[in-house]
């Protein structure tokens, strides 16, 4: 089959392919298999009203065209990655389609990844926003979108922030940093608690940060990732743009704000810088109650680093973090059970 053939073929199924119907409950989904069975197997059919009968018509023929569909899809994905497909462009506008229409929306993302840019880039920064697409699709879409731009992320990341304006207090930025963001150990625990004063909020905040750790894996999609917020995503960018405390700067919150709004993510309430470097001190301050709870000798921190972790839960930044640091050191340390105790009141 000739690759116009196959792209015409393509262009068929979407001319003919039923639209998909909203309110399918549980209830309807059940039948519908019932009659799926009796359709293809002995013809023993469940007895449904002309409503019903019309809209499992249609499941059906919308299901025979996913799977040519793939099919299509497939052989023009196979093109691509031995460098044959020649229409790059219709093949980009015939997958926008499928992902639009719901159908075989997840081979059609694949391959709008693999033409890359500009035709294959383009067309997915043109669905990511789409709030008509399927919520499942859109997440597909983003993070084929993300690993085709982490590339670019990753070398704006790696530039010194040469005249660009720090929004970390010195002694933060001055903190050893190793891969991805996180301490390098280990780490003096003079450095820790310069840098524990300086990132202490001066009053609790409006709400907890960071939020609560997401579970699932990036990689590979199931039922839950379908409704994953979307700051586990805006976290990723701005890791890459912003790997150590040193570039966490104004301008570079500003391009991870731009391309939030490019990547269809939402950045959370209130103004994206304030939100996100309270977001990342918060992790730090984690990192940093971590590293001293593995210490080799927790008792020398007694009074201040304890007195410390007490602050941080009730100001609402690592809380749990700080938690996790003293539950570690009541063992060795008194003060950290007394610190325990007045939490608990």
């Known amino acids: ?12 199924v979407l001319t003919v392919v039923p639209s998909a119907d909203a309110g399918w409950t549980d209830v309807l989904w059940n ?16 007895e449904v009203t002309a409503d019903q009968s019309a809209r499992f018509e249609a499941q059906w023929r919308r299901q025979e065209l996913s799977d040519e569909a793939h099919r299509l899809v497939r052989k023009l994905r196979e093109r691509v990655e031995q460098g044959r497909l020649m229409s790059s462009g219709p093949a980009a506008d015939l997958a926008t389609r499928l992902v639009r229409a719901g159908l075989a929306a997840h081979e059609a993302v ?9 035709h294959g880039e383009r067309a997915l920064l043109a669905l990511a926003p789409d709030r008509e697409v399927a919520e499942g699709d859109r997440l597909w879409v983003r993070e084929r979108l993300f690993a085709l731009r982490r590339g670019a992320y990753r070398v704006r990341g790696e530039l010194a922030p040469v005249g660009e304006e720090p929004l ?20 003096e625990p003079a450095r820790v608690r310069a840098a524990l004063e300086v990132l202490l909020p001066p009053t609790a905040l409006t709400a907890s940060e960071p939020p609560p750790e997401w579970t699932a894996g990036w990689d590979g999609l199931d039922e839950q990732d379908e409704y994953r917020p979307d700051w586990v995503e805006v976290r990723l960018l701005v890791r890459e743009l912003m790997p150590t405390p040193d570039r966490v700067t104004r301008e570079r919150m500003a391009e991870a704000e731009r391309e ?27 990192e940093m109650f971590d590293a001293l709870g593995h210490g080799p ?27 996790a640091f003293l539950r570690r050191t009541g063992d060795e340390v008194p003060y950290s059970r007394a610190v325990l105790r007045r939490l608990a009141t």
């Open 297 to 323: 000798d927790p008792s020398t921190l007694a009074p201040w680093a304890m007195d410390a972790a007490e602050q941080y839960v009730r100001r609402g930044m690592a809380a749990e973090e700080a938690r």
């Open 110 to 118: 694949n391959l709008l990844s693999a033409l890359g840019a500009p």
């Open 31 to 46: 039948l519908y298999e019932e009659w799926e069975a009796g359709r293809s197997g002995d013809g023993r059919l469940p």
């Open 260 to 286: 939030c709004a490019v990547l269809g993510l939402d950045g959370g309430e209130g103004e994206f810088a304030v939100l996100w470097t309270t977001r990342i001190a918060a992790w730090l301050v984690g």
């Open 168 to 187: 970390l207090p010195a002694a933060v930025r001055q903190l050893p940093a190793g891969i991805g963001g996180s301490l390098a150990p280990p780490v």
């Open 1 to 12: 089959m000739s690759e116009q053939a196959e792209l015409d073929a393509l262009a068929a």
